[in-house]
C-alpha cells in the first residue's frame, strides 16, 4: 500500500510530465509560426513522449491502490528569442525533471517504497536519455554559430524524427 505522502509525490510529478507536454507542444507552435517545420516536427514528438511518461504515472498510481488527482496545469511560455534559446530551456527543464525524479527515489527509498523504487529506475534512466539528446542538440547550435544554412540543415535534421511507440505503460 502507498502512503499518502507518495501517493502525492507521484501525482505532483505526474502534473509535471504534463506540463513538460504542454511546454514542448508550445515550443512546437513557437517552431511552426517561424518555419522551423523541423524542429516544430520534433518538439511534437517530444511532446507526445512527455505525455506517455505522464500516463505511465496514471497506470502506476492506481495499480498500487493510490488515487490519481488531476491538478491545473501551468501555462508555458510561448515565445522564444531564437530557435537556441528554445531548446537551451528544453534543457533547463530536463534538468530540473531530472532533480524532481531524483527527489522521489529519495522519498522512496526513505519510506523503503521498493515497487515505486523499482518503478521510478525507468525515469531515472530515461532522464539521462533525455538530457543527453536535448544537450546534443544544444551544442549543435553552437557549432553553427549565426550560420543560416547551418540552422536550416540542423532544421532538416530534426524533422527527421521518428516516435518510437512506448507500450510500457499499459
Ligand atoms: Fe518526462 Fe522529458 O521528462
Do not use: C
Not at 518555419?35 to 514528438?45: D, E, P, T
Not at 491545473?72 to 525533471?97: R, V
Not at 534512466?125 to 536535448?134: F, I, L, N, R, S
Not at 554559430?145 to 540542423?154: H, Q
Amino acid at each position: 500500500m502507498i502512503s499518502k505522502k507518495m501517493e502525492e509525490a507521484l501525482n505532483n510529478q505526474l502534473n509535471r510530465e504534463l506540463f513538460s507536454s504542454y511546454l514542448y507542444l508550445s515550443m512546437a507552435t513557437y517552431f511552426e509560426n517561424n518555419n522551423y517545420v523541423g524542429m516544430s516536427k520534433w518538439m511534437r514528438l517530444q511532446a507526445d513522449e512527455e505525455h506517455a511518461h505522464s500516463m505511465k504515472f496514471f497506470v502506476f498510481i492506481q495499480k498500487i491502490g493510490g488515487r490519481v488527482i488531476l491538478e491545473q496545469i501551468d501555462k508555458p511560455q510561448s515565445e522564444w528569442d531564437t530557435p537556441k534559446k528554445a531548446f537551451e530551456d528544453a534543457l533547463a527543464h530536463e534538468e530540473y525533471i531530472t532533480k524532481n525524479i531524483n527527489e522521489l527515489t529519495d522519498l522512496a527509498i526513505e519510506e523503503r517504497d521498493h515497487s515505486t523504487k523499482t518503478f521510478l529506475q525507468w525515469y531515472i534512466d530515461e532522464q539521462v536519455e533525455e538530457e543527453a539528446t536535448v544537450n546534443e542538440i544544444v551544442q549543435k547550435f553552437n557549432l553553427i554559430g549565426d550560420s543560416k544554412s547551418g540552422l536550416y540543415m540542423l532544421d532538416t535534421e530534426l524533422g527527421t524524427r521518428i516516435l518510437t511507440p512506448d507500450t510500457t505503460a499499459e
